[in-house]
């Protein structure tokens, strides 16, 4: 790390553990921008055993003046694709493969090696194997896949038959638009066609793995709390405590609106928070209900500010107006117009000062992710957490970010608490008030 701050860091290096001890780039200046190149994260890193995680990410960034209890501002400013196509799928873990975790410690079922290093040989989903002795690895079988070609803007997705999946398979470093320096082999070379050729999908950007560094080290992919409650008392060397997962700080969020354009407010548990990108997908509905979805290689760009003391525990998002459910968003003139109407008649006033914040919640499902949004979001707005629950229900709503234990919860907030808390700016900002 550098010791003077810089306005503009450049990341292109990857790792895939994540935590305290981790070497980061820069700092970067509050108020500075980060380019951070990002390769296909996740079923990449799933069929790679030499890595032990189910993501890589870009290596951390150091925030200057970021300490532990301030939160940092992501603001992002564009996602680029960089891949011509893509492949995903749903899968289960082969037995015999792995130690407790076929996303950590994939096993060769050849020589018993744990992460083992590997090379493609050949296309098919039998084309990586392990070097030591040449057996075919992978800790997943893929029960459903499927590869998808881009056009030239990126605008469209659609899905290919057999034999241009091999085809690109054949060619899957060039389809793939993989940085230099990339750490992992190519789900393309797996030539996945088991769905329909012709499909099409609007491609619509999005960042799954994207924050600051957790204050324990742990896989990238398992830095959220559905993920990270299979590290504790795992059988393999990234077992953790409970008390340890209370130190994550939810940056796998794979939520659809965290995209270009979108505001991401991450806590700080480490020194110089660490800021961390990757899993960056085409495209992704509510829940990721796949499991997966269109990982591609990206150059994403991001301006960072730092939020003194804000003590947010996991993430706040602030997603553009028309990504937020339809009771969060601001009321029109006449909507406020009726309703101050309405509550003269009575003799009384209307709140007209308030805005949209979201509060990621995360567990190990769904009802304990809600309850754990719920709880952030209260200390958040200084409210019993019932009257926030009132509130989520008549001004907000609660949406799947990611079977089985990611939410973001949306509620219109008090601009007064906003502006005690050190966000009014950015919320007014973000949704021109």
């Known amino acids: 790390m550098t010791s003077s701050s810089e306005k503009l860091v450049y990341v292109s290096e990857f790792v895939d553990t994540v935590g305290p001890e981790t070497d980061m780039l820069g700092p970067v200046k509050d108020g500075g921008r980060i380019v951070a190149g990002t390769e296909p994260a996740c079923y990449g890193p799933m069929i790679t055993p030499e890595i032990e995680s189910g993501?890589?990410?870009?290596?951390?960034?150091?925030?200057?003046?970021?300490?532990?209890?301030?939160?940092?501002?992501?603001?992002?400013?564009?996602?680029?694709?960089?891949?011509?196509?893509?492949?995903?799928?749903?899968?289960?873990?082969?037995?015999?493969?792995?130690?407790?975790?076929?996303?950590?410690?994939?096993?060769?079922?050849?020589?018993?090696?744990?992460?083992?290093?590997?090379?493609?040989?050949?296309?098919?989903?039998?084309?990586?194997?392990?070097?030591?002795?040449?057996?075919?690895?992978?800790?997943?079988?893929?029960?459903?896949?499927?590869?998808?070609?881009?056009?030239?803007?990126?605008?469209?997705?659609?899905?290919?038959?057999?034999?241009?999946?091999?085809?690109?398979?054949?060619?899957?470093?060039?389809?793939?638009?993989?940085?230099?320096?990339?750490?992992?082999?190519?789900?393309?070379?797996?030539?996945?066609?088991?769905?329909?050729?012709?499909?099409?999908?609007?491609?619509?950007p999005m960042?799954?793995?994207?924050?600051?560094?957790?204050?324990?080290?742990?896989?990238?992919?398992?830095?959220?709390?559905?993920?990270?409650?299979?590290?504790?008392?795992?059988?393999h060397d990234h077992a953790i405590t409970e008390e340890d997962l209370a130190k994550r700080s939810d940056a796998h969020m794979d939520i659809d609106s965290v995209g270009e354009g979108a505001i991401v407010i991450a806590p700080v548990k480490v020194e110089q928070a660490g800021i961390i990108v990757g899993d960056v997908h085409a495209m992704q509905g509510d829940g990721e209900i796949a499991g997966h979805t269109t990982d591609v290689s990206a150059e994403v760009t991001i301006e960072v500010e730092v939020i003194k003391k804000l003590a947010n525990d996991g993430p706040i998002i602030l997603p553009l107006m028309e990504h937020?459910?339809?009771?969060?968003?601001?009321?029109?003139?006449?909507?406020?117009?009726?309703?101050?109407?309405?509550?003269?008649?009575?003799?009384?006033?209307?709140?007209?000062?308030?805005?949209?914040?979201?509060?990621?919640?995360?567990?190990?499902?769904?009802?304990?992710?809600?309850?754990?949004?719920?709880?952030?979001?209260?200390?958040?707005?200084?409210?019993?957490?019932?009257e926030v629950k009132n509130r989520v229900t008549i001004t907000g709503g609660i949406e799947i970010g990611r079977l089985p234990g990611i939410v973001h919860i949306s509620m219109l907030t008090p601009i007064s608490r906003l502006e005690q808390i050190g966000i009014a700016h950015l919320v007014k900002e973000q949704y021109g008030l």
């Open 324 to 386: 937020l459910p339809p009771l969060a968003r601001l009321l029109s003139n006449e909507e406020l117009e009726a309703a101050r109407s309405l509550a003269g008649s009575s003799g009384f006033d209307i709140q007209t000062d308030v805005a949209p914040i979201q509060v990621v919640g995360s567990g190990a499902n769904l009802n304990e992710a809600t309850m754990n949004g719920l709880e952030r979001m209260a200390k958040l707005a200084d409210m019993d957490i019932d």
């Open 207 to 235: 960042i799954g793995n994207v924050g600051t560094l957790p204050g324990v080290t742990m896989p990238s992919s398992h830095n959220a709390g559905d993920f990270g409650v299979f590290l504790i008392g795992a059988p």
């Open 55 to 204: 993501h890589t990410i870009s290596r951390p960034v150091a925030v200057e003046g970021a300490e532990i209890g301030d939160g940092v501002a992501l603001k992002i400013k564009k996602i680029k694709i960089t891949s011509k196509a893509s492949a995903s799928g749903t899968e289960a873990p082969r037995e015999g493969s792995f130690v407790g975790d076929p996303f950590v410690a994939k096993k060769c079922p050849g020589c018993g090696k744990i992460n083992p290093n590997t090379v493609v040989k050949g296309i098919g989903r039998d084309a990586i194997c392990c070097s030591d002795c040449n057996t075919s690895i992978s800790a997943f079988d893929v029960t459903n896949g499927f590869t998808m070609i881009f056009d030239d803007k990126r605008t469209v997705g659609v899905t290919v038959p057999n034999h241009v999946a091999e085809e690109i398979a054949r060619n899957a470093e060039d389809y793939s638009g993989a940085p230099a320096g990339s750490t992992c082999h190519s789900i393309l070379v797996f030539a996945l066609a088991d769905m329909p050729a012709g499909i099409v999908s609007k491609v619509r």
